[in-house]
């Protein structure tokens, strides 16, 4: 049994989860075993089959009540499943026994961030705060809690260091008298997800006779699959492939420029990056930060998001486009709804303030910020997706609290791509996130004629609406303040001449700003390309 966990183990530490999977199988064929057990929770827990996750977290723990890594992820499995306060029970019960589990710890802020239980996060922040360099804390949550560069540095580095993985070596790219320029895209996120609605139709427009182009795929659906491999010279599917044949396969195609789309985020394929599969690897898009990793030559981006002198905190060198770093799908959507107010819950005749964004981006101040515009505008109402029930639950809690009727907030059932798109058009503002800003969301917005209202931050993640508004000629919807935020929001409220001004801008920017000529916008990133090679 113990033989066929220790090549599990090695099987899993080069990237070979299925081959990890079979042996500790084969190793409970054998003996019950809570490391068996364990870590086939693990494994399922990265592919998000988080039921089989539980299962044999919660076998592992039948066979040793104190074992700490199976309650843990017993918890992540939960968190996946949204039984949060079973997440939370378990990442509290860790706690208890061991008061120094930063990852249970940071496990437990996450899940207070996606429920927006304000209490708890006040609760535990210092504690985490505390953690800060340990590399235990995962970049993506650092900078969604805290919009200070220098710090989400720290946090990035002290990951990267933390979790390295052991390197695939490969054969250097060869140089060769090739004609075109051989570029590839790595994604995870080619389905319903924001990366593949800002980016489908970017690969239309690259110059085919300079360039030879080539996605490399995990995770994606049939359909977006469809569309994308029209305009590339191969979409390459790599769901069949652990990381170290992965980088074998992407290297023997000899690629000049490697761009990333998914870095840090959930279901990344960092670990094929790492081995260097390109003369030059790009961060783009899917990750608003450093990774903190060496394997990123550059990342693509825009003075706004990452101002020159913030260039000291970032492991990649800034490749900066001329206008927003953020793609659009170059679409107008400017035609009224098909729907009615009533159809989606919301009162007529008021003035409907939408946040479409992820519970995890609304923090208390922000939220009180609202709740003060609120408080001034009688006939406004506050459209909030429902992310997560637990969410809707602590805010209404939350405004019972503070003495706020809870006619004053509508909230909005997740639906498909196209009716979204219908239905925030119905909203008169958009208000915006404070320290991790709407940012295809910000997109969606603009693109419908809907003024966004964003207060300017101090990192990456905090910025990119500012510089979304920048590229629309709306600079004026950018504040420096909360009260300047409140101000503007009860500006276009009150004066109808001032709103229809803004809209008017939204729907001309196209000639003047070429916000959405995604032509132009490729154009410029091929400048770029053809500058590092």
């Not at 110059?207 to 795929?217: L, N």
Request: hydrophobic content about 35%.
């Amino acid at each position: 049994s113990s033989l066929h966990i220790n090549c599990g183990n090695i099987y899993k530490l080069y990237g070979n989860s299925k081959k990890a999977e079979q042996s500790y199988l084969k190793a409970l064929e054998i003996e019950e075993s809570k490391e068996a057990h364990n870590n086939l929770s693990v494994i399922y827990l990265d592919h998000n089959n988080f039921k089989l996750s539980v299962f044999h977290s919660e076998k592992a723990i039948e066979i040793d009540s104190d074992y700490i890594d199976a309650y843990y992820n017993f918890a992540l499995s939960n968190e996946g499943l949204q039984n949060y306060s079973q997440a939370i029970e378990s990442a509290k019960l860790i706690l208890e026994n061991d008061k120094d589990n930063s990852k249970a710890l940071i496990l437990l802020y996450r899940i207070y961030q996606n429920t927006c239980n304000w209490p708890g996060i006040k609760a535990i922040s210092k504690d985490l705060d505390l953690c800060l360099g340990n590399g235990e804390e995962h970049p993506f949550l650092n900078i969604s809690r805290c919009d200070n560069e220098e710090i989400n540095f720290i946090a990035a580095t002290s990951w990267a260091k933390k979790n390295q993985i052991q390197n695939i070596s490969l054969p250097g790219n060869q140089t060769s008298n090739k004609l075109k320029i051989k570029i590839g895209y790595i994604c995870g996120e080619f389905k319903n997800h924001p990366t593949y609605h800002l980016t489908k139709n970017l690969f239309m427009n690259h110059d085919r006779e300079e360039f030879e182009v080539y996605i490399f795929s995990f995770n994606h659906d049939s359909d977006c699959q469809e569309h994308l491999k029209k305009y590339v010279d191969d979409f390459i599917s790599l769901n069949d492939l652990n990381e170290v044949d992965a980088a074998g396969f992407i290297n023997n195609y000899n690629l000049d420029i490697l761009i990333d789309f998914s870095i840090l985020i959930t279901n990344n394929h960092i670990g094929i990056l790492k081995s260097k599969p390109a003369k030059k690897i790009i961060s783009y898009l899917g990750y608003p930060g450093t990774s903190g990793h060496s394997c990123y030559d550059y990342l693509l981006t825009d003075k706004i998001v990452t101002p020159e002198n913030n260039q000291k905190f970032y492991t990649e060198k800034f490749l900066y486009l001329s206008k927003c770093y953020q793609i659009n799908d170059g679409v107008t959507k400017f035609s009224k709804s098909t729907l009615s107010k009533k159809d989606h819950g919301l009162p007529e005749n008021r003035f409907i303030m939408s946040c479409f964004n992820q519970s995890f981006k609304i923090d208390k101040e922000m939220f009180d910020c609202w709740v003060e515009i609120l408080k001034s505008l009688p006939d406004a109402i506050i459209w909030l997706l429902e992310d997560n029930l637990d969410a809707k639950k602590n805010i209404l809690e939350y405004i019972k609290e503070i003495d706020i009727s809870p006619d004053k907030f509508i909230f909005a059932k997740r639906v498909s791509r196209t009716d979204h798109m219908d239905r925030i058009k119905l909203a008169d503002v958009a208000l915006d996130t404070r320290i991790y800003n709407g940012h295809t969301t910000t997109t969606d917005a603009l693109q419908s004629l809907i003024p966004v209202v964003t207060l300017t931050g101090h990192h990456f993640a905090s910025r990119v609406s500012t510089s979304l508004l920048e590229s629309a000629n709306l600079t004026e919807l950018s504040c420096k303040s909360l009260e300047e935020y409140k101000q503007k929001v009860i500006e276009i409220y009150k004066n109808k001449d001032y709103k229809a001004k803004l809209i008017t801008k939204l729907s001309s920017i196209d000639s003047k700003n070429n916000f959405y000529d995604t032509k132009a916008f490729v154009r410029d990133l091929e400048s770029l390309y053809r500058k590092i090679i």
